[in-house]
């Protein structure tokens, strides 16, 4: 008997869907009703099978791969208020990371005091 999606996905690191999604993939690929008939092609068959198509857009021109550049091009020079979202390992030191925690704590407080400013002169204004 073989794996189930939910063992294979946790050995792959991947949700059990996903395998689900690969499995319903290859079956139709392969022309079979169902998991087990397509591993009884792959040990029968294994190395005469149909390999995966080819890629449908050229890497070199595709948006995906220039998104992925501009994530991992270098930041422009300067004192940077908030940090980097997404895409990128963080290599700051402990120091470099407390000060940037402290400045969007201390940005945030002042938005909400702004906010409550605004609001309560609002409120002093139509009353």
């Known amino acids: ?6 063992q294979i996905g946790r050995k792959l690191g991947i949700s059990h869907s996903t395998v689900d999604n690969h499995v319903l ?11 087990r008939e397509a591993g009884r092609l792959v040990a029968t068959f294994g190395h005469q099978l149909p390999r995966q198509a080819p ?15 501009a994530l991992h091009s270098p930041a422009p020079a300067g004192l940077r208020l908030l940090p980097p979202v997404g895409g ?16 969007i704590a201390f940005l945030s407080t002042l938005a909400v005091i702004s906010m409550a400013l605004l609001i309560s002169g609002a409120f002093k204004a139509f009353s």
Request: hydrophobic share 35%; aromatic share 2%.
């Open 1 to 6: 008997m073989g794996f189930t999606s939910k």
């Open 25 to 35: 993939a290859a079956t139709q690929l392969l022309g079979v009703a169902d998991r």
């Open 55 to 69: 890629d449908l857009t050229d890497p070199e021109e595709s948006s995906m791969v220039r998104g992925q550049e």
């Open 88 to 103: 990128q390992l963080n290599e700051q030191t402990l120091g470099h990371k407390t000060v940037q925690i402290l400045s």
